[in-house]
């Protein structure tokens, strides 16, 4: 499912994706190496053209396991060993965008960001169908994981945190 569409279905966990998101301007992404092992490589994210990109830098690791086998993990960055803003995990497919239109949304987001883009073609340009979803923060008195799938919906669960 398209951003867009994701943050239609579940407005609680991306509206706290995108926030943190925007706010820590890197993502931990999780991919899977050519002989099945896990890789986990920063990168940054961007929001265009009601998608969410997770680009990379021609010909990386990461990006030539998407290119393979387009299963992806993406986290947030944690703040500190106590995280209080929490961990979003969003778990999905990257698309590999083609389309000059779409590309070039992305481009002009990051250059209005960071004043700087990519040159075509020499980046990956990835965009990620959100499969499933978890927020997951502690409180002094709480342990909360708020989840999403498209099949069993939103939910949340609250535990004492002992």
């Not at 239609?8 to 931990?28: H, K, Q």
């Not at 000059?100 to 987001?109: C, S």
Request: hydrophobic content about 40%; charged content about 30%; overall charge negative.
């Amino acid at each position: 499912m398209r951003w867009t569409g994701f943050a239609e279905a579940c407005p609680e966990i991306a509206g706290v994706a995108e926030r943190r998101f925007r706010e820590d301007e890197v993502v931990l992404v999780g991919t899977v190496r050519k002989d099945g092992s896990p890789r986990i490589s920063p990168t940054e994210p961007e929001f265009a053209a009601g998608r969410l990109f997770v680009s990379m830098m021609w010909g990386s690791k990461k990006a030539l396991d998407l290119l393979r086998d387009p299963r992806i993990v993406v986290h947030s960055t944690p703040s500190d060993r106590m995280n209080p803003g929490g961990d979003v995990k969003l778990s999905g497919r990257v698309v590999d965008e083609q389309d000059p239109e779409v590309r070039a949304a992305f481009r002009a987001a990051i250059l209005a960001r960071i004043g700087w883009a990519p040159e075509e073609p020499e980046f990956h340009c990835f965009s990620l169908d959100v499969e499933a979803a978890a927020y997951v923060r502690f409180t002094e008195a709480t342990f909360e994981v708020w989840r999403w799938t498209p099949d069993a919906g939103f939910s949340i669960e609250v535990r004492p945190n002992d």
